[in-house]
């Protein structure tokens, strides 16, 4: 480890604080990392909480402040280009008729391209070989095989062993995960059913023992990208619920006087100025019918009246930001993923905005070359019932399972629908520099493996549904991402009325 870096590191770790290997990473790529330290060490001074841990997120959030100011006051989005192209949206390409048959073209589909992705990226399972494969070459004294495969079930024993289905075009094999190694015990906790990954094993009379499993994941960036975007924001919001009593209209009129520049102390009124994106991962409206009882949380009972309502509010972005918007499960729309466009006959007052693009889930789009995914995330669900260590107001890190899966709804038959395309629309198979989702009315953020992983939370407050499934939202926020550097830039809270300091002047505007 050169001197400078290492120096570095003991700057940090001198005041009690860990660092990610991430960190560590960033900084073994500077030449300044000591200066980069001592300026990181400056800043936490400064800061009332102290974190424990100083990821390569943070550092740039401490250290690139004073930087930004200065670009602040020079960028204004309206004289930038829209750069924005579509890559992906399910609208153009479903069909699906719900056949037996099309389900068993619609896995096979999955499964060829996840075996396909993790070829391509992953070294360690080129070696892989199909189940068929795997007693001929066990006889041969082979050793241990790896095969890539759907898991078909799982089951735990009395004897804290675990017991995985496993099926590929070939065949189909019993696999056994016992106790001896802890990693991988604990890797097995984790696998779902339907997932395509690589178990690596001996075989032991008809059953492979397994010794590793291997996920698609998402591969380690090299180096960071920097790309060419304008220092621009899109900004990331979802969940409106536009049409239920729980809608937050003050919170969400306080966010609009903001991004037309009229709320804020200068410094925040800047960060409008820059905003050249808005991305609405679903539910824009609360919808009819979609839980027991809704009716009585509803304020507008008619699905049209709030599409029309949702339309009023969005009219208001000013017209030189333009507006992505995806379905989510409460939105007029094909229940089951991939999902097209909200339905044009409910949702007319939306389509008729100049600036809004409206499209399906799931959606891959480029701003300026930096690419998005952009799902509502109802699989987030399945995922929270069936993975430990994972939890709702944690909702970016339910959103790591989804990427090391590469898919956005691995689990059939819970309550996210899937219908069965020809071909697995639902897998990952681009790598999005920005993951952003919703559906779990709780907000988080992190940077995995180099993805900008966004739950940008809602606009409702706890209705009596959550209140009864124990869920407490975290609404109001934000989360702005700046184009040029891929990162998020700022997070901002409008759910608050006083207490937050960027509205230093709200009191003197509402
Ligand atoms: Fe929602
Ligand atoms: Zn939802």
Known sequence: MASELRRAIA????????ISPDAVDVLARRKDALEIACKVVERLKELDEKPIVLTADLMFKLIQVEEAKQEEEEIDAEKIPVDEEVIFDPTQVIRSEGSAESFVSYFVSRYNKLKRIMLRERFDVRNAITISQIRKWSHRGKGTVKVICMVTGKRKTAERKIILELEDPTGSIV???NDRDPNVLSRAEKVIRDEVLCVEGQLV???????DIIQPEVPIPSVREKGSAPPVFA???????????????????RFLLWINGKLGVERYRSLARRVKYLIIAGDVVDGIGIYPEQEKELLVKDIKKQYRMAAEYLAQIP???RVIIIPGNHDATRQALPSP???????????????VRVIGDPAYVKLHGVLFLI?????????????????YDKPAEVMVELLKRRHVAPIYGGRTQIAPEKEDYLVIDKIPDVFHAGHLHTFGYMNYRGVVIVNSGAWQEQTDYM?????????GKVTLVDLSNKRVHAILDFAKEKSVEMFSSLSAII
Do not use: W
Not at 11 to 18: A, E, P, T
Not at 240 to 248: A, D, E, R, T
């Open 467 to 475: 209140k009864s499934m124990g869920i407490k939202p975290d609404p």
């Open 205 to 211: 009379g008809d059953i492979l023992l397994v010794s």
């Open 175 to 177: 696999a056994v995960v």
């Open 11 to 18: 700057k940090i770790l001198s005041i009690g604080l860990q």
């Open 319 to 321: 017209t030189h930001i």
């Open 375 to 391: 799902t509502h995330g109802r699989s987030l669900d399945d995922v929270l019932a069936t993975t430990p260590g994972v939890r």
């Open 341 to 355: 466009s909200i339905f044009r006959d409910c949702a007319e007052p939306i389509y008729r905005l100049p600036n």
């Open 235 to 253: 900004a990331l919001i979802s969940d409106l619920h536009v049409g239920s009593k729980y809608f937050m209209r003050s919170a969400f009129n």
